[in-house]
């Protein structure tokens, strides 16, 4: 079995600021760790993905994510928050492959504010 | 990347009556596409994984009779929810598996499905 807590369903930052948002994953084999992106309306874009290769993987709009085995995260993070990365955000697992079951998060609403 | 385009994005329906959803492919075949079911605050939910040609394999505790899912062609793929009751009101989402030139696998989304039984 697998699962994905996300810490936070709702997360404000400053625009400029540091952005962290917290994924922790269970899984009883080596994972696959994603994060998804939703605006709204929208369906998920993918923004990163762990696939047991390097351990920090960068995705797209300047975020980046580092799986720490010892501590069973998979952290989203972001230097500097800009007002257009208000958004849910979703972490998820797969065990099976790069696209196969998803296992999801619970998600984390960032908010941007000036 | 590629694009997966869903209709309607949302829905009103009496209970009692069935409701269909699309999810199509619109520039490339997907072989697999997956139907997820979002209640508010909680996580997406995989409900069924949906092969072209062939039954589709539903997730424990998701009724096959109640959700219809049908994989006719390798650009669609439908959603039936049949005699649709308040309960069953929630976001519903699909998405379809690509498989890229490096032989890796993508999941593309489409923009889901809001469907409100009153």
């Known amino acids: 079995a697998q699962s994905v807590t996300q810490l936070g369903s709702h997360v404000s930052v400053s625009e400029g600021a540091l952005v962290l948002l917290r994924c922790n994953y269970s899984s009883s084999v080596p994972p696959y760790l994603f994060w998804y992106v939703q605006y709204p309306n929208q369906g998920l874009q993918l923004l990163l993905k762990y696939t047991s290769a390097a351990t920090l993987v960068k995705g797209i709009n300047g975020f980046e994510a580092e799986f720490k085995k010892s501590e069973t995260s998979f952290h989203l993070t972001k230097p500097s928050a800009h007002m257009s990365d208000a958004a849910e955000y979703f972490c998820a697992v797969s065990h099976t492959g790069t696209a196969s079951k998803l296992t999801f998060g619970t998600g984390t609403r960032l908010q941007v504010t000036l | 990347g590629a694009v997966v385009s869903q209709h309607p994005s949302w829905v009103i329906c009496k209970s009692g009556t069935s409701v269909k959803i699309e999810c199509r492919s619109l520039d490339f075949q997907a072989t697999t596409m997956f139907w997820y079911r979002q209640f508010p605050k909680q996580s997406l939910m995989l409900m069924a994984t949906s092969n072209e040609g062939s039954k589709a394999t539903y997730e424990q505790g998701v009724e096959k009779d109640k959700f219809l899912i049908n994989h006719a062609s390798l650009t669609l793929s439908t959603l039936t929810v049949t005699s649709a009751h308040p309960e069953d009101s929630s976001f519903y989402i699909c998405?379809?598996?690509?498989?890229?030139?490096?032989?890796?696998?993508?999941?593309?989304f489409g923009q889901g499905t809001r469907l409100t039984v009153v």
């Open positions: 998405s379809a598996r690509v498989r890229s030139g490096t032989g890796d696998t993508e999941a593309f």
